[in-house]
């Protein structure tokens, strides 16, 4: 949910376990991972390891900076800004810096060439700043770090990660209307009681302050195609046809409203349903933030495990409990 918020560790303790189940792992970037100081913050970054076996995606660029020897699969004709894609499979355990695809197509181009080596589970590793590329149709399942870095306040880490959070379980819509509403690819369209798609003539969701007599004239089901802006959020919760109005987004990645302008739709009678979801498979959390600050993991856990039905994890925790079971065992 922000920088250093733990992803690479949980990461790193990912990959390391994936070795122990037998199945052929690959795993890629959409941003750049893997550099042991942070650009930005000048901190320590956690690098990343891969075993022998692993297959891994990265630019020519950061191809050549690899700390393990690795056999050349393919050297794709996509252009990144930091050259081509390599598709390769580590021969020995090694570092490396990780640069992946740039956009969803790219990426879904790149899971499928994956399976076609034999590969059973692609790992994205994502970022916040461009969490369409973990929308349902690029991936089946996720994990969201959290932690200190979004505040030195549990209470606000908590509130953040609940809104995001609530955002991946919104309800699926299924059978016709899904079908129907999968082809429109821009713009605001209306359903009817009977279910019925209409077309108010709204191109764009940024129009729909001055179109209201056709966004309810045939009910108060709502379809937008694209993102779902904090203005848009906020005519909504505004309107008197708010109590039982209904929109339906692509996933849960074309929300842009903040939290307190969603939450106050739903309170007036609002609600959000989604064409396609995807499955939070748990939450990691950092406590510690790249200010200096530490807040208690044991709080934060027990703090996040009262608003969300997903496992939490302190990995940086489980690591060390991890050393020392070991430890009392030599």
């Known amino acids: 949910m922000a920088k250093n918020a733990g992803k690479t560790e949980c990461l790193n303790y990912i990959l390391r376990h994936a070795r122990e189940t037998g199945r052929r792992f690959a795993i890629t970037s959409i ?7 942070d650009q930005v913050t000048e901190t320590h ?15 020519e660029m950061h191809y050549r900076q690899k700390r393990l020897t690795a056999e050349i699969l393919d050297l794709s004709t996509c252009q990144t800004s930091l050259g081509r894609l390599v598709t390769a499979r580590a021969v020995d355990s090694g570092k490396v810096i990780l640069s992946g695809p740039a956009d969803t197509a790219a990426v879904r ?11 059973q589970t692609t790992i994205v590793d994502g970022a916040l700043s461009r969490l369409s590329l973990s929308a349902p149709e690029v991936t089946d ?33 299924e059978g016709h209307l899904a079908e129907s509403l999968a082809s429109v690819q821009q713009g605001v369209r209306t359903v009817d009681t009977d279910g019925d798609v209409h077309d108010p003539g709204i191109q764009s969701a940024y129009m729909v302050g001055s179109r209201k007599d056709e966004l309810f004239r045939h ?3 709502i379809y937008v195609a694209g993102a779902v802006s904090e203005k848009l959020m ?26 307190q302008t969603y939450y106050t739709f739903l309170r007036k009678g609002g609600s959000v349903k989604v064409l396609h979801t995807t499955q939070l498979i748990a939450v990691t959390v950092n406590p510690r933030s790249p200010q200096g600050y530490t807040v208690d993991t044991g709080q934060l856990q027990d703090a996040l495990r009262q608003h969300i039905s997903v496992p939490v994890y302190d990995i940086m925790e489980i690591q060390r409990k991890e050393r020392e079971q070991s430890l009392q065992t030599a």
């Open 31 to 37: 941003g750049v991972d893997g550099e042991n100081r």
């Open 141 to 173: 399942a996720m994990v969201l770090a959290t932690g200190a870095a979004l505040s030195p306040n549990i209470q606000r880490i908590v509130q953040q990660t609940r809104y995001v959070y609530d955002l991946i379980s919104l309800p699926r819509i």
């Open 234 to 259: 906020k005519f909504l919760a505004s309107q008197r046809e708010v109590n039982g109005t209904v929109l339906i987004m692509k996933d849960f990645t074309r929300m842009f409203a903040e939290p």
């Open 45 to 59: 970054k956690p690098e990343i390891t891969l075993s022998a076996g692993m297959y891994f995606v990265t630019s």
């Open 109 to 119: 181009r790149l899971i499928a060439s994956m399976q076609s080596l034999g590969v």
């Open 219 to 221: 009910g108060k089901t």
